[in-house]
């Protein structure tokens, strides 16, 4: 997964850091999701979060409601 590739990296040493603006936009609670084995959602698409000038699509995704 996502979070297990982000720790393996860090862990060997082939980075000090992981990003993840996409996947963060259509998770907005990600670190959340990752501490507690949360299915992600999809990344946002391309069109969603490249030229719009107001939330639909960059700011209401809906966070977990497990």
């Excluded at 590739?5 to 963060?24: E, K, N, P, T």
């Excluded at 209401?60 to 409601?65: C, F, H, L, N, S």
Aim: hydrophobic share 30%.
């Amino acid at each position: 997964s996502t979070k297990e590739i982000a720790g393996g990296m860090v862990r060997s040493g082939a980075a000090d850091l992981c990003a993840f603006g996409r996947l963060y936009i259509s998770n907005p609670e990600l670190p959340e999701r990752f501490a507690n084995y949360v299915p992600l959602e999809e990344s946002s698409p391309y069109e969603n979060w490249w030229g719009h000038t107001a939330e639909k699509g960059y700011t209401d995704y809906p966070v977990y409601q497990g």
